[in-house]
């Protein structure tokens, strides 16, 4: 039981630890705003995990984490038959979203030590903009909630949004979106994916067709950007 405790502990802490706090966008920063930079996006983690496995919550968790790793590498065969990529399909999103609430954007290359980790330092990104943007989806495939309340397969992606103002580098937009799959552990914007990409069994995402299987991805990025737009709106 103790040991049960300390895993749910650590993995609390590790999830909670990620996610930056959020910041609302004041109507006067918003204002200030006509061109976005939007620093490059990196391809998430790829994972087919099934979160709610009755096996990891009884202590099962070796078989749960080589079962979860061969099915994520088919995952990944299905996404490239599609040749599909998450962070171009967000990338693109958030343009077209941005764009469409009246901000001009622009691409900024950017080196991370960390691709799954928002950068800790903004000062030495000059720009010809109105403000930085910082994008990084640290996950996103198909997995499970939980084995009895939610036990069933879904898109998911979980993105750090972090915005600064481009000359004082102050941070005056932060959040964290949560699509598909929700935990109590974890503080953001929950978006729910659509039931027509859901799936019963993980042998179902792999008989249903790779168009679907990649429509519930980019459901998830469009959502996430329609979320961005929707906080800058002015």
């Known amino acids: 039981m103790l040991n049960r405790f300390f895993l749910i502990s650590l993995v609390a802490f590790f999830l909670t ?3 930056p706090s959020s910041v609302v966008i004041k109507p006067e920063d918003k204002q200030g705003i006509r061109t976005i930079a939007i620093l490059q996006i990196d391809e998430p983690h790829l994972r087919m995990m099934n979160l ?3 096996m990891a919550a009884f202590g099962a968790i070796g078989g749960a984490a080589i079962a979860a790793s061969e099915e994520s590498e088919k995952l990944s065969k299905v996404l490239k038959k599609e040749k599909f990529s ?3 399909q967000i ?3 958030l343009h077209k979203q941005l ?3 009246g901000y001009k954007t622009t691409i900024i290359k950017v080196s991370r030590e960390d691709k799954r980790k928002l950068l800790e330092d903004y000062s030495k990104i000059n720009v010809k903009a109105d403000a930085i943007m910082d994008v990084v989806v640290s996950n996103s495939g198909y997995v499970t909630e939980h084995f009895m309340f939610s ?3 879904r898109p998911e992606a979980r993105a750090f949004v972090v915005m600064v103002n481009a000359k004082d580098k102050r941070k005056i937009y932060t959040e964290t979106f949560l699509h598909g799959y929700h935990n109590p552990f974890m503080t953001g914007t929950e978006l729910d994916a659509s039931e027509k990409y859901h799936f019963k069994d993980s042998e179902d995402v792999f008989k249903a067709s790779s168009k679907l299987v990649v429509a519930g991805l980019k459901e998830a990025s469009v959502m996430i950007s329609r979320g961005v737009s929707d906080k800058l709106k002015k």
């Open 86 to 88: 998450f962070s171009k």
């Open 17 to 19: 630890a990620c996610a």
């Open 91 to 93: 990338t693109n999103d």
């Open 151 to 153: 036990p069933h397969w």
């Open 52 to 54: 709610g496995s009755g």
């Open 99 to 101: 764009r469409a609430a």
